[in-house]
């Protein structure tokens, strides 16, 4: 028995309330280390007096990641305060009791030993996301790249625009606009998509507007406050929610206050919006030699990104002035929130404060691009950017460079690690404005970003298509992955896109796919074959995922949970036309073709 693998905290992750009366409790151990895994608790003060005994209940093992395994229990209670130790048996049938002052080989029976729930785990602090980010098909727009509205005009002062149809560079400017967004909610609508994430719209001389000039502003290029309203009411009107950039580590160049700095250097009142080293402001570039470190902080070392400085308290009332602006009078529905590991949990925990005491609807997405527990506690952001999801699964589908255990044990860590509420938000993506096309890195086969977004789609968490990907757009690595959205029918992918259709209205017809839990059926790592299901107590749906070369024979494997008794596929899931086009494509008599999956319907 590994002890030292033995691993809970009194923490807002390891123990809290789902809902008032009933409450979570994880514990992590040694990767296949331990069979069984209890949980015993008992009313605190009852205890205290002498007055009750203590109950418990079996642990489920609920993921793998790494060289842990993952344990949780539900339980419901209706007292003050709890005390609680777990009880642990190996393999070899040997027994321990774990409890907060010490390991024991006698069951514990003093509670100043035990574990003794802490007040962030009460009713008090009961953490949920909004009902629009659990069930929400979130859709991408690069409002550059999207399209140009009925007001384009071509020859604007000052503005070159490249041709729509080629490649781009980094400086590239093609005229979408938010009116082009606008016109296109039709299309979005008929899509499926329920929130459309925009990236910056603010004041900025770039094309991807992430170098701020004016955050009370929208940018010209994209037209005005008006047209922003437009958009906003239309979308509303068609049930679509709105979520805007957020981009509040750094500023551009030209933000006013960074301007005023530069100009009068320590004598200005802003020098101390900014992390400065000396003046004058020195941005690091040296003709005929290799760039060297701005003489002030930025985001990445780009002297045209200065970092704002949020210890600053001028600073915060400036940026809650901005966001309060925005979502009282324009009506967003969220905030996503760029480079946002960057800046501290204390102005993150009084921004989520300020944002939901104007509207406790408002969505909160932080761009995080590896574990994200610390932010996800309730007392920060209700999501993240899942890229936990989309790096497993490049690395399996599109680049195979991983075994289907390691990427269940790798699909697990959110589920593992995260809080029950926010695991249902998490946006889901394969690929963004910030990496090369998934379609791109699996050498554009198509078979593939079907199995992609067959996981995007039936797994936990809200997916996330990044404009384009539906019709087949390919793209490298920036920018080349922000190439002008392609328009002609001619040269999309139609049945990808009937196949983007029917999963979203797979997933909005079935809310098992939604809300269900999620169970490992069968892994075989030689197949490259997954089966899993997504269950609730009144319904279940199992997917089976072929990520080989070869076509699997169903009928011959040793499992028996997707059957009935003679072996015989139940049902496939959705309408009568996706059915046939599924099953044509995919299925017969059992054998799933190379690079497939299928959705059935247990019953």
């Not at 729509?164 to 296109?184: F, N, R, Y």
């Not at 990104?305 to 925005?326: A, H, Q």
């Not at 800046?343 to 761009?367: C, L, M, Q, T, V």
């Not at 249902?424 to 593939?448: A, M, V, Y």
Request: aromatic share 14%.
């Amino acid at each position: 028995m590994n002890k030292a693998g033995l691993n809970h905290t009194m923490s807002m992750n390891d123990v809290y309330s789902l809902e008032q009366g009933r409450m979570v409790f994880k514990i992590s151990t040694a990767k296949s280390d331990m069979k069984n895994v209890w949980l015993y608790y008992v009313d605190k003060f009852l205890k205290i007096h002498g007055l009750t005994e203590m109950d418990h209940t079996l642990m489920t093992k609920i993921g793998t990641t790494g060289e842990k395994d993952y344990f949780e229990t539900i339980i419901d209670v209706d007292v003050i305060s709890l005390r609680y130790f777990f009880k642990v048996e190996d393999y070899d049938g040997n027994i321990c009791y774990y409890c907060d002052k010490d390991i024991y080989d006698e069951e514990p029976k003093d509670p100043v030993t035990m574990f003794d729930v802490p007040q962030q785990a009460r009713e008090e602090e009961i953490f949920d996301i909004p009902l629009w980010m659990k069930e929400g098909i979130v859709y991408q727009v690069f409002p550059d790249r999207f399209y140009r509205g009925n007001d384009f005009i071509e020859h604007k002062k000052d503005v070159k625009y490249g041709s729509w149809d080629k490649a781009v560079k980094w400086d590239s400017i093609l005229g979408g606009s938010l009116k082009g967004v606008t016109e296109k909610l039709g299309y979005l609508e008929e899509l499926g998509v329920t929130i459309i994430y925009l990236n910056p719209i603010f004041m900025s001389p770039s094309n991807h507007k992430y170098d701020t000039t004016d955050y009370f502003e929208i940018d010209p290029s994209f037209g005005n406050k008006e047209d922003f309203k437009e958009l906003i009411e239309r979308a509303h009107s068609k049930k679509m929610k709105i979520v805007i950039d957020g981009v509040f580590n750094h500023c551009g160049f030209q933000f006013f206050a960074f301007q005023d700095v530069v100009k009068k250097e320590k004598e200005s009142r802003y020098k101390d919006w900014f992390h400065i080293y000396s003046f004058p402001i020195d941005t690091g570039y040296r003709k005929g030699r290799r760039n060297e470190k701005p003489s002030y902080d930025t985001f990445g070392y780009h002297s045209g990104m200065p970092k704002l400085n949020m210890g600053n308290s001028k600073v915060r009332e400036y940026i809650f002035k901005l966001t309060d602006y925005w979502t009282r009078e324009f009506n967003i529905d969220g905030w996503r929130l760029d480079a946002s590991d960057e800046i501290s949990f204390d102005f993150w925990k009084a921004f989520r404060k300020h944002i939901k005491d104007i509207n406790p609807e408002i969505g909160i997405i932080g761009e995080i691009w590896y574990d994200a527990t610390n932010w996800l506690l309730g007392d920060q952001y209700d999501s993240v950017m899942n890229y936990k999801f989309r790096t497993p699964i490049v690395d399996f589908i599109a680049e195979n460079s991983i075994s289907a255990s390691t990427f269940n044990n790798h699909l697990q860590f959110t589920r593992a690690r995260y809080k029950r509420p926010t695991q249902l938000g998490l946006w889901n993506l394969i690929d963004s404005h910030d990496t090369p096309r998934f379609l791109t890195l699996c050498q554009e086969d198509i078979r593939k970003l079907r199995l992609a977004i067959t996981l995007q789609f039936t797994l936990q968490g809200s997916p996330v298509i990044y404009y384009g990907d539906e019709i087949g757009m390919i793209g490298n690595q920036d920018p080349d992955c922000r190439r002008g959205m392609i328009w002609d029918k001619d040269r999309q992918n139609a049945k990808l896109l009937e196949f983007y259709k029917h999963l979203i209205k797979l997933r909005k017809a079935n809310p098992v796919l939604v809300y269900g839990e999620y169970k490992m059926i069968y892994i075989d790592d030689e197949l490259s074959l997954l089966i899993y299901s997504r269950y609730t107590e009144s319904d279940e749906i199992i997917v089976v995922i072929n990520n080989s070369d070869t076509e699997v024979d169903i009928n011959k494997l040793e499992t028996y949970r997707i059957w009935s008794d003679d072996r015989k596929i139940i049902s496939l899931v959705g309408n009568k036309d996706s059915d046939s086009m599924m099953r044509d494509d995919v299925f017969n008599n059992g054998i799933i073709k190379a690079y497939t999956s299928v959705i059935f319907r247990a019953e």
